[in-house]
Structure formats: C-alpha cells, structure tokens
C-alpha cells in the first residue's frame, strides 16, 4: 500500500470519528461507539492489506478450524507447511477421525502442544457420531466440541457461517486495550469477556468473518505484540486512544508472570548397530504417548549412567558428552545434560526402551520438539 492510500485511510477513519462525535461536539466517545467506528476503516484496511495465506479465501469450516488450532501458540509462517501437508493427508473430518494416533502425531510433530492434535481427533469422532460428519453451523454447539473455545468457535461460526460472533484472541485483546485506553490486565479472563461482550453488540452483522480476520490482521502486522506499533499506518489510528494520549508503550497491561520451573534431565543418544533407543512416554501428562530419547531426572555423570539407564558396564562400547540443550515450555524448562552412548550389539535396553532403525525418526515415530538438538546429532 503506497503512502498515499495510508493517509486517505487515515483521513477516512479520522472523518468516522467525526460523524460519531458531531452530536456532543467534543464529548468523549462511549467504548461501543469507539468500536463500533472500527468497522468501516478496519473492513477497508482488511480488503487492501490482508496476507495470502492457504487457509484463507475458503468457507471450508474444517480447513478453518485445522487452520486455527494450528496457529494457537505457533507463529504464521511456521504454521504453513504442517498446515499443507495435514491437509493432504487428512483432507476432511471422516480421514481425522480414523487416522491411527500415532501416525497423527507424526504429522503434528513439531508444532507441540500435542493435546491439540489428540483433542482435533477426539472433535473428528464426535463429529462423526453426532453431526454426521459436518461442523454444526450454530456456535453454541461447535462451543461444547472438545478443545474448541470461544475464539476458535467464533472464528469458524464468523468465517464458515457468517454468523455475527467476535473472535478474541491475544492480537484482538490488544488493539481492543489500546483503541480503549483500557489498562486492566488482559489476560484475566473477565476483560476477555468484556470485550466479548462488547464486539458482538458493535461489529457488522455483514461480513463478520472479515472483521474478525481483520482485527486479527491489525494486531499481527499493526499493533504488534512485540515492538513499537506503526500508528501512522494504522486505519484505527484516530479512534485510539492509547496512541492519542501517548500510552501505546503502558497498554496493553499484563501482570508480571511466575518465574518458570526449572527442571534438571540427562538425555541419551543411545545406539547399537546403527539403530537407536526410544521410549514411549505415559498416556497423560506432559509430551503424553509421544516417542522420546532415554532420559532421566538430574544431571548425572557418566559413571552414574549404567545404573540409571538399566545396562551393564560391560555393554558400553564408548561414551561422549554431548552439549547442553534447553527447552522451554509454558509452565517449566527443561535443562537438559546428554551423552552419546554406542552400546555392544548384544546388550538390552532397560527402563522400557526400544531399539529402532534411525530412519523411523522421519517416518513412524513423532518426537517432539523438546529433543531437537539431541535428534540433529542422530541423523
């Protein structure tokens, strides 16, 4: 968009706010009038500069509703070859929903946040049984599906349906903060309601899928989350208040976050004959039923390794540190300490473990990316 476009956008949102002020003179706005003035500028902004992405331009509700789950906690780009590749695999809800867990895993390995993957399938199955194998078109009821919340469920009611529900995620609760003036913590749950609440009495009953993408769309390129927001090219620039009155940099406002628990593991890459250890990890909890490499708690020397591992001195042929490796969750980070173990052809693998051919690491078994800078070393 050239720069003279940016300041007719301008112009154009600044005469909005006029028409809505005109009857008071210089009276403050209401908060529905200053959203429901986002509408024009914003759906104008939106047609002009959305991204090309391969989820959009359809009404397809499940390419929306694979699209969205992917993209919760994942950037954009990272999300667009995983999101093709799924697609071609699992093209609609019948293939999700009987797809054998772990080849699903695989497909989603690398994206994390597996229970996302575990709970579309679950989604799939309900599907199957309950809806004949369609999305329901209401949004009370795509709500109650299994790890669908009231984001996802507006996205696909808006975007698939056309039905006039808000999509608020972090990007929206943002610009929705800053168009406000509103400096309450926005990750409580109470001020995701609120502007729940006041979205769906002020966006367009027309169009709602593109207001939704639009005000998502804002605060991706915009009212970014990191950085300084770009106000003079920002089509909601005369409604807002935080860039009007300088506090773009103090909202949105979040409460500072509980240091993360730190958590201390000793990772092998364990090998005989060219294959490699595995173990499968329990059915609940962290990383649940995904593949991973030995490990064990604490960080332990190489003379502690027989013992911990299950093997025998005798059974080790060599032994290599390898470096330290980081990982980070939401809640807790892993400090990983690794070695590089090549064991004897006849030794046995202990604490559950299993020996695999080291090209299954591509094809059958998902890993997740906690064992990344093990796994570069193996392949």
């Given at each position: ?27 403050e706005?209401s ?49 667009k070859p ?16 009987k ?55 507006g ?6 349906f ?8 972090g ?31 002020t966006m367009?009953q ?19 989350p ?49 294959q ?13 039923s ?33 470096p ?19 064991l ?11 020996f695999?051919?080291?090209k ?20």
């Amino acid at each position: 968009m050239s720069e003279t476009d940016s300041i007719k956008q301008l112009y154009d949102s600044i005469q909005v706010l006029e028409d809505l002020s005109s009857r008071d003179g210089e009276r403050e706005l209401s908060e529905e009038e200053r959203l429901r003035g986002l509408n024009r500028p914003l759906l104008a902004w939106y047609r002009e500069n959305a991204r090309t992405l391969p989820w959009r331009g359809s009404k397809d509700p499940y390419r929306i509703w694979i699209s969205e789950i992917m993209l919760q906690q994942t950037r954009v780009e990272a999300v667009k070859p995983y999101f093709r590749r799924f697609l071609e695999e699992l093209p609609d809800i019948e293939s999700l929903a009987k797809v054998p867990e772990e080849r699903l895993l695989k497909l989603w390995e690398g994206l994390g946040y597996y229970s996302r993957a575990k709970n579309l399938q679950k989604c799939a199955r309900i599907l199957m049984e309950t809806y004949g194998g369609k999305m329901p078109e209401e949004f009370g009821e795509i709500l109650k599906l299994p790890g669908i919340g009231s984001y996802t469920a507006g996205a696909i009611a808006s975007i698939a349906f056309s039905i006039p529900v808000p999509a608020v995620d972090g990007n929206v609760l943002r610009v929705t903060a800053r168009v406000l003036g509103d400096r309450t913590d926005i990750a409580k749950p109470s001020f995701k309601k609120r502007i729940e609440s006041l979205l769906k009495t002020t966006m367009p009953q027309e169009h709602p899928g593109d207001f939704n993408q639009a005000l998502i769309e804002t605060g991706a390129l915009v009212c970014v989350p990191n950085g300084e927001p770009k106000c003079l090219v920002c089509p909601l620039a005369s409604l807002c208040k935080a860039g009007r009155d300088g506090m773009y940099r103090e909202i949105p406002w979040k409460a500072p976050k509980r240091a993360r628990k730190k958590e201390a593991f000793t990772v092998l890459v364990l090998e005989r004959e060219g294959q490699i250890a595995l173990r499968k990890r329990p059915p609940s909890g962290l990383l649940a039923s995904l593949y991973e490499l030995p490990n064990e708690p604490g960080r332990l020397e190489e003379k502690d390794l027989p013992e911990a591992f299950g093997f025998e001195k005798g059974e080790i042929l060599s032994v290599e540190p390898l470096p330290e490796a980081k990982h980070i969750f939401s809640h807790v980070e892993w400090e990983m300490t690794g070695y590089r173990v090549r064991l004897r052809q006849t030794a046995g693998g202990g604490l559950d473990m299993f020996f695999t051919e080291k090209k299954n690491l591509e094809g059958k078994y998902p890993l997740p990316n906690a064992f990344s800078a093990y796994r570069k070393l193996i392949m």
